[in-house]
Nanobody, 123 residues
Framework: QVQLVESGGGLVQAGGSLRLSCAASGRTFSSYPMGWFRQAPGKEREFVAVISTSGGSTNYADNVKGRFTISRDNAKNTVYLQMNSLKPEDTAVYYC????????????????WGQGTQVTVSS
């Protein structure tokens, strides 16, 4: 079982930056592919980014590519999402997720979820 706690959300103006953090419990954090998703009001949850267990591979949704960066620190059991050049359409609740299979990196089917952190981008 993995418990995930997100932090770092808030209100920012368009063009600004935020860094989200997700702290994970457990001693096997380094064995989980990790991801970020988001859900805007009235919309379905959507994939944002995924990172491999070592951090050597990453993948992004097209609408955040070049603006967002996912990274991880396995010594700290933490995954990050650096968000730059934020747009009003990035407003959403952002969720951290962990996958119990290496295939999660490709399938985006995650098993454990955090409670989410709100990001609001004003125009």
């Amino acid at each position: 079982q993995v418990q995930l706690v997100e932090s770092g959300g808030g209100l920012v103006q368009a063009g600004g930056s935020l860094r989200l953090s997700c702290a994970a419990s457990g001693r096997t954090f380094s064995s989980y592919p990790m991801g970020w998703f988001r859900q805007a009001p009235g919309k379905e949850r959507e994939f944002v980014a995924v990172i491999s267990t070592s951090g050597g591979s990453t993948n992004y949704a097209d609408n955040v590519k070049g603006r967002f960066t996912i990274s991880r620190d396995n010594a700290k059991n933490t995954v990050y999402l650096q968000m730059n050049s934020l747009k009003p359409e990035d407003t959403a609740v952002y969720y951290c997720a962990a996958g119990s299979s290496l295939l999660t990196y490709y399938t985006h089917r995650f098993d454990y979820w955090g409670q989410g952190t709100q990001v609001t981008v004003s125009s």
